[in-house]
């Protein structure tokens, strides 16, 4: 079993658990995705920020942060622009195509994301929350090469390990790499 890091810690405080992004947009990566639909009725994705620009520039790095996304279906059961812009922007489905895709694919993939807090009312509870969410009401979603979010940083060694949406196949060994191509 690994060990704790608190190398960087100076107290219990320090410790936030995990810390949803401040308002802003980011390069991010998909970390998981769960479209079982066994809790909930909704693709759910959790996103993580490799790099952007938060709204309020003393807001610190947001790099790390996470955020869940959630992908409800509509009424009759049917996927929504939510999925749809979901999906573009990771790659699962290009313009011009329709077909089904496999939500579980887009785990790796890289996209840029818009993030807002807003109030709402607890299902639980009835009780007023803030929420951080996918601004736009989830809409907030493009690919990486996107010239519309082309002036959000990127984490550029992020950058060179995508292609396509997804990390690249590794390369095939050349002969003179192999020290057993002779045998």
């Known amino acids: 079993m690994p060990g704790l890091d608190a190398s960087n810690v100076q107290n219990e405080g320090d410790v936030q658990g995990r810390q949803p992004p401040v308002n802003g947009v980011y390069h991010g990566v998909v970390n998981h995705v ?3 639909f066994d809790k909930h009725d909704a693709v759910i994705a959790d996103l993580e920020v490799l790099a952007g ?5 003393g807001a610190g790095d947001q790099r790390g942060r996470q955020l869940r996304h959630m992908m409800f279906l509509d009424d009759e059961g049917n ?12 790659g699962l489905i290009k313009p011009g ?3 089904d895709v496999d939500w579980n694919t887009a785990q790796g993939r890289q996209l840029v994301f ?3 807090k807003r109030a709402g009312k607890s299902k639980k509870d009835g009780e007023e929350r803030e929420y951080t ?9 493009w690919s990486v090469g996107n010239p519309e979010v082309a002036s959000v940083p990127k984490d550029e060694a992020a950058l060179k390990m995508m292609a396509g949406g ?3 196949a590794p390369a095939a060994a050349s002969s003179s790499d192999d020290p057993y191509a002779g045998i």
Do not use: M, Q
């Open 166 to 168: 997804s990390a690249p």
């Open 79 to 90: 996927y929504g622009d939510k999925h749809l812009r979901f999906a573009l922007a990771t």
């Open 114 to 116: 818009g993030v807002e």
């Open 53 to 57: 620009k938060p709204d309020d520039d």
């Open 133 to 141: 969410n996918v601004s736009n009401f989830g809409l907030d979603l």
């Open 34 to 36: 769960d479209a079982s």
């Open 97 to 99: 195509e329709a077909r």
